[in-house]
């Protein structure tokens, strides 16, 4: 493993993108490690990625995620929640990464939107800028709002403005709302 001490997270997910890559699941980063991606810099002891698995298939893939010597913790959500399943991969350095399986709303092509950064001599795949303000207005919370609202400014006119509006409506009322409200802003 990267990572020989706290607040090391971005490095755990490095180990676990080399995971994912083997087993060739598509993912996308998201969260504040997307937020700087996208000019919107903030701190998080964590590191998050949705992924193309099913919350099934992520059973599997917890599996494979401890016989590689990561700890592991899975949740399942329940019929109302948004996010089907979380599995959260931890380090004896209390570093976290959660994986998002099953997001309502989340389209496959999220995940051929995504872009690649290079990041510690390796490559990340990451929510392209429509896919993560539309996420970031779905979650909804204050500052999800504001990471949102600061992406939009940060990017201009460097938005497909038609792909943003599209992907927000995949995932409902609430969310347009919240970009409707942006706009006004």
Same mark, same amino acid.
């Given at each position: 493993m990267r990572t020989n001490g706290p607040g090391q997270s971005a490095l755990l997910l490095l180990d676990v993108v080399d995971l994912l890559s083997a087993e060739k699941v598509g993912y996308a980063v998201i969260g504040a490690m997307a937020a700087s991606v996208h000019g919107v810099v903030r701190a998080s002891l964590d590191a998050d990625a949705v992924l193309s698995l099913s919350p099934l298939e992520l059973g599997d893939l917890e599996r494979r995620c401890k016989s590689a010597g990561f700890r592991t913790s899975l949740r399942y959500g329940d019929d109302d929640d948004p996010i089907s399943a979380l599995l959260e991969i931890s380090d004896a350095h209390g570093n976290r990464v959660d994986l998002l399986s099953g997001l309502r709303g989340l389209e496959r092509k999220a995940f051929s939107r995504a872009v690649d950064v290079p990041f510690h001599g390796a490559t990340l795949r990451v929510a392209s800028l429509e896919d993560f303000v539309a996420m970031k207005l779905f979650a909804g919370g204050p500052q999800d709002i504001d990471d949102a609202r600061r992406a939009l400014? &940060?990017?201009? !006119? /460097? &938005? /497909?403005?038609? %792909? %943003? !509006?599209r992907i927000v409506e995949r995932y409902g009322r609430d969310a347009m709302e919240a970009l409707t409200n942006l706009r006004r802003v």
């Open positions: 400014e &940060i990017a201009g !006119k /460097d &938005i /497909d403005t038609v %792909l %943003l !509006k």
